[in-house]
């Protein structure tokens, strides 16, 4: 599948966004593992999301989905069985490492295989920490890459402190501690998204937190079943909040969106850069906080991310390079090297279709440095199978002369099978009405210390 994109006209726009990917997946995790029946709405059901349904499925676990974006989870206490066949996570590397720590806690044996993509993503991250807690874990592929094959048991708590930034390790520790004897503690060098605290939480299992980014959780836990409704991803909100900030005078609602405080450093950054910036948290009753965003766009000017706030926008840099290339001046990106193990290496990606496009950027290990403002041509630019490349150019062919064709865009299901139609109102606006103020606003993000 391709995407052809034509510049946007004036953007004045309200949208809503699909449920968020990273709460999908811990929701449907943690509501198997409950006492009863839970209610997920909001629901992700994309292509990610669905293989961790199916994988829980595969698990003795009873999911229905009368509608896409509703699932009836029937927790069954923690019980599960063994699969039938190899688990298939398909691209998802967040089942794939979630899921390692869940059924580290197995007794029966189980192999998690992913698709090429994600059988070259390193697993020793997860590996090295849950053997430390007593499970038997091998790595198949070359230099500890999947499948993997878990022989679970009895597990003891530790406490680890993590080498890198990442939420996906830190959950598949804590998943694994809930059945684990004692306490599991994890440090993490610098704060990432904390959906699977907040969620263990809102199903009442007990964790503690020291404000230095130390996270327990303690053993033997049964979550409680509750019902749940998943807030919009703002990472997906993210490629139509840099195309509002990036058009002067455009302006875009989002609205219902998760607003948790790990997760919003991006916005940090477009008024950094310039954009008018506007957030209102309306709901937190159910501990992740969900509001608007509303932005007015302005001509950017470059700007500098590294540091502290990188782990928090690590989703973001794709399309925070594009508004860097639509900036005055220049956009630095560093201490990204994670960038090089996502879907695709990213730094790798994101220099070669903005040289495609006609940006001048310079590819260093851990970032990037971008000189703006490009005059961005239109063309054919490859998606390197990665939903959030395919996204962020998508985005970029809405700044540039001439046709932009993305191609192989379908890799988009896997966060957000809805983006062409919204990119159909984004190249084709029909004036919308905008009706609620939107009260509160932000103060720029100052660029964090190396
Ligand atoms: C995710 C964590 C991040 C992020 C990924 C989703 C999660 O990965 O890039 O898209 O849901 O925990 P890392 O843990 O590798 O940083």
């Not at 002067?248 to 008018?276: E, F, I, K």
């Amino acid at each position: 599948m391709e995407l052809r994109i034509k510049r946007a006209s004036r953007i004045d726009i309200e949208i809503t966004v699909p449920g968020d990917k990273s709460i999908s997946h811990r929701a449907v995790m943690i509501a198997a593992l409950s006492n009863g029946e839970c209610m997920l709405r909001g629901f992700l059901p994309s292509d990610d999301c669905m293989r961790t349904v199916n994988a829980m499925r595969s698990l003795g676990i009873k999911i229905q989905q009368p509608e896409p974006d509703l699932l009836i989870v029937n927790g069954k206490r923690r019980v599960l069985t063994p699969p039938k066949k190899d688990i298939d996570c398909g691209n998802s590397g967040t089942t794939m490492r979630l899921l390692a720590g869940l059924l580290a806690g197995q007794t029966f044996e189980s192999r998690l295989v992913g698709d090429a993509g994600l059988s070259r993503r390193p697993m020793d991250r997860v590996i090295a920490p849950l053997c430390q807690m007593g499970a038997d874990i091998v790595a198949e592929g070359p230099e500890q890459t999947p499948p993997l094959r878990i022989h679970g048991g009895s597990l003891r708590g530790i406490h680890y402190r993590m080498p890198i930034a990442s939420a996906q390790v830190k959950s598949a520790l804590l998943l694994a501690g809930l059945f684990a004897k004692g306490k599991t503690t994890v440090d993490e060098p610098s704060a990432t998204r904390n959906h699977t605290e907040v969620l263990l939480n809102y199903f009442l299992v007990r964790t503690a937190k020291d404000g230095d980014g130390t996270v327990t959780v303690f053993g033997d836990q049964v979550p409680e079943s509750r019902d749940f409704t998943i807030p919009g991803d703002i990472s997906s909100a993210a490629f139509w909040l840099v195309a509002a900030a990036a058009q002067p005078r455009g302006h875009l609602l989002v609205r219902h969106v998760g607003l948790n405080a790990t997760r919003t450093a991006l916005l940090g950054v477009l008024l950094r850069m310039g954009a008018q910036v506007r957030e209102a948290i309306e709901d937190v009753d159910q501990l992740e906080p969900c509001g608007v965003v509303e932005v007015t766009g302005i001509p950017l000017k470059g700007t500098v991310i590294q540091g502290k706030e990188v782990p928090q926008l690590i989703d973001e840099l794709p399309i925070l390079a594009v508004a860097g290339a639509l900036a005055h001046g220049k956009t630095t990106i560093r201490h990204a090297q994670e960038l090089r193990v996502k879907e695709t290496d990213r730094i790798a990606a994101i220099a070669h279709n903005l040289r495609a496009m006609g940006a001048q950027v310079a590819e260093m290990t851990d970032g990037l440095e971008i000189q703006g403002p490009a005059p961005l041509q239109g063309g054919r630019v490859a998606s390197f199978g990665d939903h959030r490349i395919a996204m962020a150019f998508a985005i970029a062919g809405l700044f540039a002369d001439g046709e932009t064709i993305v191609q192989d865009a379908e890799c988009i299901r896997e966060s957000y099978p809805e983006f062409d139609t919204v990119l159909e109102q984004f190249m084709n606006p029909r004036r919308m009405q905008i009706s609620t103020p939107v009260i509160g606003s932000l103060t720029p993000a100052p660029i964090e210390e190396e």
